[in-house]
């Protein structure tokens, strides 16, 4: 490969005395740098190139601020970058491409986008290219569906109209009218319609059918041994080879062969067999159930089961007697008392004078219920209760407080104490005590406070000076910082005083005094309000006071106002604003009005009254009638608009007076434009591409004439349908479920069916799952066991099986599979047969040998050889090679191997790439011929972390943070920390130069 000399911005210049202004201000904040042998301008960038230019040694690494070697610049990344393929100031605009002749222009990433190559165009939210206009998300034009061709047309949500053409057998259309209400759909495989609520349909090819709608329903499978119908609420039938069922609003059942169930009486009596259980029951009479671990008999006064499996057995006669009998214990249970006893000594002894419960050697309860009395015993406490929750004593280790209620409570871990004279709670290690004797008194001592408290009153003092004295006349609240809070209840008067105002509070807040620095207001509720801070005064007859930049006067008895600004404008409003008056500042733009009379404005000549309206919007004159709903607008070239009633009746006319349009709802829609006519018993149109369209909604029916003159009648939303050529011919039809012809292409029933008649390729009986090839293929399918299908001339064959496996063959390949378990690919060629033979072939590359095997789609293993033509790029500048080899080698994630070979043998130049575990560590290296020797080897940590290349002998090394060494073979030696923060070079030609902090030290 080319390397050019050193550039002399090195040594100086102005571009260098640029950098070192950038480098010096803006060190502290350098994070990141790298460089490669191959020209990029970033580590994100690979930027390697064919033609590798810029000496090594001179590159400036300091990204992500500056990173430049000849040609490739970036500044501030990824703001700026430059270099000959591409440009980009990001966000605003960037370029690709350019070396090409059509290259693709970014505006506003990712808003524009501009493609000459593709013609694919957008700025959000809109798109458009060569066959496609697209306005996000409301309306899409795809392609060419109105002509025959595949496509989609819509106008969210009011259409969504799409065509997919099927090879060979016509195309398949879809209509969305208010989505998701309405859809039809028609095709070569099916037919389906849905008009929600009322109905859905479809039926295809096949010959399967649905219908369901509320209340009756209607599905049949293709071979029609599957049946089911419904009509709601009285019946639900289905039948299938495996499974009949019936239900009705009395009775039902479902049948299989060795299953059943029934019910009947609405469910009351039901019953269920099988080879191992039965089930029958009769509500509220019995209820019986049998199988192999056991039995069950249930009624409203006997009761019996049987487990075999738990050997237990239980009787009940309610609510006399319960009995039951297991190796885990017995039971017995009667009206008088009862008791059980278990295997591991545990028991239970139940009667209306005693009661005792033994739950083995942890926990035993006696228990007399008369006496509400009990006795609880553990390993460490002992519990006794005496009637009930009134009395408690505890002992042991784990001991609970004991209590006498209501004479006595005692817990010695909170030293709470509780008789009916003498109360105390807390100990000397509590941060809190207190002392009481309810009602008289209540004392309370802690480290920040004390309190006491009587029915007279209460007072609190704190360590920091505050005070509380809160009596039935008198209250005084004193904080440390000479705030404080004084009332007297009685007079429902108070008192704030703090050291800048002190303000006061008579007779519930009806009367409020401030003095001081900053006092508030002062009122005397209702006479007045006084605000002399912002100028207000309010009074039951007159009220004046400022708004923003306005003076407001006021008369409070009639609702009435006055705003002035103070430009001299104003606005009166009165009677609370039922009448009101507008001018501004010069008196002009009187607006004025009395409500519901009237609204006049003379600035934009409106006049609105109950009765009769007008004004002038955007140019037009609109005159309207209230009570009707009704208005007509003039435009200023005297075309009119006119709706009556809300818009249910309509009329436009154009300049001339003639109509252009016009509706009257429900009854009919009239567009004389456009050559449409809309009613509930008939309607047309015309789109822009010639085509007639005819619709009588009544009976789901149309006809349409396309711009080729072919002429489609369609019947019943579809169901049959047949398409005319201009000459009258026959040129297709169908009547679902019966039949589909076309011409010289198909004929179809749901039994039988063919392709043409003459060529065609494939027949079938009975049922489409089941069918031969003929003509010249040989072969059958019976879906979805297997599939064979052979070629009578070539012999090439395919085959399928359980859908997932496959085998092909062709003249130069064979596949085999199971997906996803293994792929392999085989393809061979002749040498001698891909030599170009034409021109064009010059250009081509062609496949003579490849090999690829996969497992799990984690594991692949691939090989190919590849023919070039005579001028095919090359690896390395001015040799020409006619052959390339490629082998591939990974297991995901782990690995990643690759290498490349050009010649015919290993004297060619030869490339090999791989990493381990992604950008871990990543490596590369090429080898040129004799002739023309060529060596590059890169190795990398991390993509950036530590980077290694050499070429030819030259060392370029880059390591973080901002550390680059550089070698040649003829004895150059260069290592640099921050670009020229640090820089030493041993050039056997220039000698020793050291630059340190951007200053020449050594020359």
Known sequence: ?????????????????????????????????????????????????????????????????????????????????????????????????????????????PLGRFDRHQQEHRFFPVFWGKDHVVVFPLYWHLEQPFRGRRGQHALFPLWIYSRHPVQDTGSHHRLHLVWPLTRFEAGPQRTSARVFPLFWARKEASGASHFKSLPYGRVRNASGDDKQDWLLPFYVRTQSPQVSSLHTLLYGHWLEEDHSRRYALLGLWYAESSEDHTTQRLFPVYWHNRRAAGASWVSPLFMRGVNNEAERRWHVVVPFYYRSTSPQGNALYTLLGGGSRGADGSG???????????????????????????????????????LGPLSRLSFGEQARPSYVLPVYYRNPDSGMLLTPLRQRGGTEEHERRWHASVPLYLRMESDASSAWITPLGAVTHYKDGGKRTITPLYVNLEDGDQSAFRAVPPLLSWQLRSQQARDTW????????????????????????????????LTPLWSVWRDDDARMHAIPPLLSWQRTEEDGARDTRVLGGIAGRAVDTDGGHESSYVLPLYYRHSGNNTLLTLLWS???????????????????????????????????????????????????IPFYMANRSQNRFVSPAYARWQDDDGGRYDLIPPILSWRTIDARTNRSVRVAAGLYGQT??????????????????????????????????????????????????????????????????????????????????????????RYTGFFPLFNRRHIERDMVEIEPEEPRHEYMRRTLHENTLSFLMLYRQHERVMQYGPRSAPLIEGERYKQRSLRTNRLF???????????????????????????????????????????????????????????????????????????????????????????????????????????????
Request: net charge positive.
């Open 724 to 813: 005319r050529t201009d000459d009258g011919t026959m040129r297709n039809s169908h009547l679902f479920p019966v039949y589909t012809y076309h011409r010289n292409q198909h004929f179809y029933t749901p039994l039988v069916g063919r392709d043409h008649p003459e060529t065609g390729t494939f027949r079938y009986w009975l049922t489409p799952l089941l069918g031969t090839y003929r003509n010249r293929l040989s072969g059958s399918w019976l879906w979805p066991l297997y599939h064979f299908r052979k070629h009578a001339e070539t012999g090439h064959h395919s085959s399928r099986f359980l859908l997932w496996g496959y085998h092909r063959t062709g003249e130069h390949h």
């Open 893 to 1003: 994630p782990l690995w990643h191997f690759r290498r490349e070979e050009y010649g015919e043998d290993d004297a060619g130049p030869m490339r090999r790439t791989g990493h381990v575990l992604w950008r871990l560590y990543d490596h590369e290296t090429e080898h040129g011929t004799d002739d023309q020797p060529h060596e590059y080897v890169r190795r990398r940590i991390l993509w950036h972390a530590w980077h290694y290349e050499r070429l030819n002998g030259q060392v370029s090394v880059d390591s973080l943070p901002f550390i680059t060494y550089d070698s040649r073979p003829d004895g150059f030696r260069k290592f640099t920390f921050l670009w020229r923060g640090f820089r030493y070079e041993n050039d056997p030609e220039d000698g020793r130069k050291m630059d340190f902090l951007f200053i020449p030290i050594l020359r």
């Open 506 to 537: 008579l007779a519930m807040g009806l009367a409020r005094f401030g003095t001081g620095e900053d006092a508030g207001a002062s009122h005397l509720l209702p006479v007045f309000y006084r605000n002399a801070s912002r100028n207000t005064l």
């Open 614 to 664: 007008a004004w002038r919007d955007e140019g037009e004159q609109v005159h309207a009638i209230p009570p009707l709903v009704s208005w007509r607008r003039t435009q200023e070239d005297g075309a009119r608009s006119t709706r009556v009633l809300g818009g249910l009746a309509a009329r436009d006319t154009d300049p001339d007076g003639e109509p252009v349009r016009s509706h009257l």
């Open 348 to 386: 239970r002894l139940v009667s209306p004078l005693y009661i005792r419960w033994r739950d083995g050697d942890e926990r035993r309860v006696d228990a007399v219920p008369p006496l509400l009395s009990w006795r609880s015993m553990q390993a460490d406490r002992t519990d006794w209760r005496v």
């Open 1 to 109: 490969m080319k390397t050019q000399s050193k550039v002399g911005f090195v040594a100086g210049g102005v571009f260098a005395a640029w950098i070192r202004f950038i480098a010096a201000g803006l060190l502290v904040a350098l994070l990141s740098g790298c460089a490669t042998q191959a020209m990029k301008g970033t580590p994100f960038y690979t930027g390697e190139w064919t033609e590798r230019t810029g000496a090594v040694e001179d590159r400036v690494a300091l990204w992500p601020l500056v990173y430049y070697r000849e040609p490739a610049l970036s500044v501030l990344w990824p703001i700026f970058e430059k270099s000959p393929d591409h440009f980009a100031m990001r966000p605003v605009y960037s370029v690709q491409g350019l070396e090409g002749t059509r290259p693709v222009h970014h505006l506003l990433w």
